[in-house]
């Protein structure tokens, strides 16, 4: 077997929050509160023409209206109009489960925040496996919460690293949406890439930049790009990519 060429550097990692530390919760005090009725009205906008079943999106937006009310609370996301989240966090998550069938497959939410794009990935497929998780504690346990809240049976929340949880336990999916550049997210799970078979990014108008840039480190690890989807959400809110990495886990 070929030794794995060192690292000449280190990522650094995220110092853990001091204990008893709080962020700042973001100030939605100037708006309303978005009800169940908006939100599923925004996804029937975002949804025309996606032949999603009624269910799915009535699901979607008690999860939504979920995060919503907590995110008074905490910080969970900066997207609170209705049509954005709609379009952003859902319809942006649905059309990543066309492109990759989640039939009886295992999925690893890495830095899953809210439950995004994990929940909407467990609505859509009921027959798969999604685990969400986040290294921020109060982030997994209020993703755990909403599981229980809602009663997904198909989704799971974890609390700690990837990198770490990797180590024990193999996933068909590894994804990653608006966590750090493809770069980085490789060589994060440079050590664990043998325990998972695909790295599924969920990337903006910019991936090709950094496709280009993680060439070299990309090859270096063994990571194969198979397939680059591109995508536009509705009402010109921006251009989306899914990236689909063959890991050295699934050859």
């Known amino acids: 077997m070929q030794a794995e ?10 110092p853990p929050p001091e204990a008893g530390e709080e962020e700042e919760p973001l100030d939605f005090a100037d708006l309303p509160l978005p009800t ?5 009205a925004a996804l029937d906008w975002a949804f025309q023409g996606e032949e999603a079943p009624a269910e799915f999106l009535e699901r979607c937006a008690a999860h939504a209206h979920y995060v919503q009310v907590a995110n008074r609370r905490m910080n969970l996301t900066a997207i609170v109009e209705p049509r954005e989240i709609a379009a952003k966090h859902y319809l942006d998550s649905w059309r990543t489960t066309r492109l990759l069938p989640l039939l009886g497959r295992s999925v690893l939410d890495v830095g899953s925040g809210a439950g995004y794009p994990g929940m909407p990935l467990a609505l859509a497929e009921p027959q798969a496996r999604v685990v969400m998780i986040d290294s921020v504690k109060k982030k997994a346990d209020f993703i755990a919460e909403s599981i229980q809240a809602l009663g997904v049976t198909n989704a799971f929340a974890e609390g700690g690293r990837a990198e770490e949880h990797l180590v024990r336990h193999r996933y068909d999916l590894v994804v990653f949406r608006a966590v750090s550049s493809v770069r980085e997210n490789v060589r994060l799970l440079r050590k664990v890439r043998h325990s998972f078979r695909d790295l599924i990014m969920m990337k903006g108008p910019s991936w090709s930049r950094e496709v280009r840039a993680a060439e070299r480190e990309t090859e270096r690890l063994g990571f194969r790009l198979d397939t680059v989807w591109e995508h536009k959400l509705p009402g010109e809110l921006g251009d989306r990519a899914v990236l689909v990495y063959r890991a050295p886990g699934g050859r």
């Open 5 to 14: 060429e060192p690292d000449a550097q280190p990522l650094p990692e995220d």
């Open 36 to 40: 169940v009725a908006d939100l599923r």
